[in-house]
């Protein structure tokens, strides 16, 4: 172990400090004899409520501060750290230009009030036509936080539609079985059933599958396009045009826009709902749900069930709009169109370099992101060990075990700014895996071993994690 990758508690010595203050002006009498840590308001807080002994901080100096949580940064992998080919996630590079953008609105309070803030709203007013430009629908919402939450909106939208109708036995939603899993989960949150259309083998939805499903209590259905394995739906139009016929409705689940952008229109597909996750398409950074935005855009008949205002309060997540405007801005609309074309010519770069030493279940032409089935010749060897060994090599796993049409699915999806050298880097590092499966198929059951931890119980470190730190 290195001396920095103890814990800050195990740094610390008693009296040692990072920082050096003047001499308190305040009269200790002032605290009317309470000790610093009890200055809690009296007539708003019960005593019992009050710490009665001071908190026990690390006592550390400013270096072991500094290198504590940059070493700790350096323990966890990023977009910034190195080569993340997360299918199905769109790991994007953040532009810095975005972070610049945004430093400079630093300065507003989330309570001034919104005459004075016009900039702001200038900047959702921008964005709400140029993401009704790029996917073709009227008007957009800010006010969900994520995709999931996007979805959810859109579900409820979809739902008040209906019941404006007085079309109240439209509870169902179909789903494809390639979908990802949040799309059923929110069907269930806003309370409908869930009917499941299965995919050909060629791995798109089957138009025939789906006919006998489509009827009266049919609310809509929930698409991808292209779909989780990469693929684009080529029936959308024949699809709309069946559920619409039937009185349902589309919704499109945005997060595999990437591709498609300035390309193709989901309007234009027929879609009436969608979202959009701007951490995948526009940007953005990930983190916790986005973190916190999934725009909902509507076709013309689904505005007037939009929520006002449009954003949620306090400005909305105004700092995560902003990076996505300021990405959009430095595209311009002639080369948004690049982006797709580059993700969809390294995804199959990938795809096509790969496809002799892992299993390629689907063999066609993919767009911005694919799926191998595990190795060609597994010799024992899982999914799991080829992503934890990718580690070792300094690249993060691509999605694995996801989508569920595939036992050992690997899901690559490269992104548009990665160069050809990364690319056959990777590439590279994958054929290297494959020969070490059939050399040396135990020590790719133990990997990573070039990481700050090893293989940990992934059911225990889930489901008991150990969050705090405990004196032994
Ligand atoms: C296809 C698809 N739909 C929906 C979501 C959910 O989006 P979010 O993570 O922003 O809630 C994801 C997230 O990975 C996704 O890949």
């Not at 003047?22 to 005593?47: I, K, Q």
């Amino acid at each position: 172990m290195k001396y920095y990758d103890k814990l800050i508690f195990e740094l610390g010595r008693k009296g040692r400090c990072g920082f050096s203050l003047p001499a308190c002006a305040v009269r200790e009498s002032d605290f009317a004899g309470r000790p610093l840590w009890r200055t809690g308001n009296s007539s708003e807080l019960s005593a019992s409520v009050w710490r009665e002994s001071p908190l026990d901080l690390p006592e550390v100096s400013e270096p072991d501060v500094v290198r504590h949580y940059t070493n700790l940064s350096q323990m966890n992998f990023g977009v910034d750290t190195g080569f993340y080919p997360l299918g199905s996630c769109t790991m994007k590079y953040n532009p810095k230009i975005n972070e610049e953008i945004v430093s400079q609105f630093n300065g507003i309070h989330p309570l001034q009030p919104a005459e004075t803030v016009k900039g702001v709203q200038a900047v959702y007013d921008f964005m709400d036509k140029a993401l009704a430009e790029i996917t073709g629908m009227k008007h957009f919402t800010f006010l969900p936080c994520a995709g999931a939450h996007g979805e959810l909106t859109g579900l409820m939208l979809m739902r008040e539609y209906h019941m404006s109708r007085g079309d109240l036995a439209r509870t169902k939603v179909i789903v494809p079985d390639s979908a990802h899993g949040t799309n059923p989960a929110s069907a269930a949150v806003c309370g409908l059933d869930i009917v499941v259309v299965k995919s050909r083998p060629d791995g798109l939805v089957d138009v025939e599958d789906l006919k006998p499903l489509l009827g009266p209590d049919i609310a809509g259905i929930m698409m991808t396009n292209p779909n989780t394995l990469g693929l684009f739906e080529r029936d959308i139009k024949e699809i709309a045009a069946l559920v619409h016929e039937c009185g349902g409705l589309l919704y499109y689940d945005g997060a595999n826009m990437n591709p498609l952008l300035g390309m193709v229109r989901p309007g234009d597909m027929g879609f009436d709902i969608m979202h959009l996750n701007l951490h995948k398409t526009f940007s953005t950074p990930h983190g916790g749900g986005g973190p916190g935005s999934g725009p909902v855009g509507v076709a013309e008949r689904i505005v007037p069930f939009l929520d006002i205002p449009r954003t949620s309060g306090f400005h909305g997540n105004f700092g995560i709009i902003l990076r996505a405007c300021a990405y959009i801005l430095s595209l311009g609309r002639e080369n948004i169109k690049l982006a797709g074309k580059f993700a969809t010519l390294g995804a199959n770069y990938i795809k096509e370099s790969l496809k002799d030493c892992y299993k390629l279940p689907i063999p066609t032409v993919c767009k911005h992101e694919f799926v191998f089935d595990g190795l060609a010749e597994p010799n024992g060897v899982s999914t799991l060990d080829v992503a934890k060994r990718l580690l070792d090599y300094g690249f993060h796993a691509p999605t694995i075990y996801f989508p569920l049409l595939f036992h050992q699915a690997i899901m690559i999806e490269p992104t548009e700014t990665e160069s050809l050298e990364t690319l056959d880097a990777f590439i590279d590092v994958m054929r290297v895996i494959a020969r070490e499966a059939a050399d040396d198929p135990e020590m790719l059951h133990s990997a990573p071993h070039n990481t700050p931890i090893g293989r940990p119980d992934e059911t225990t470190a889930a489901r008991q994690p150990i969050l705090k730190y405990v004196k032994s």
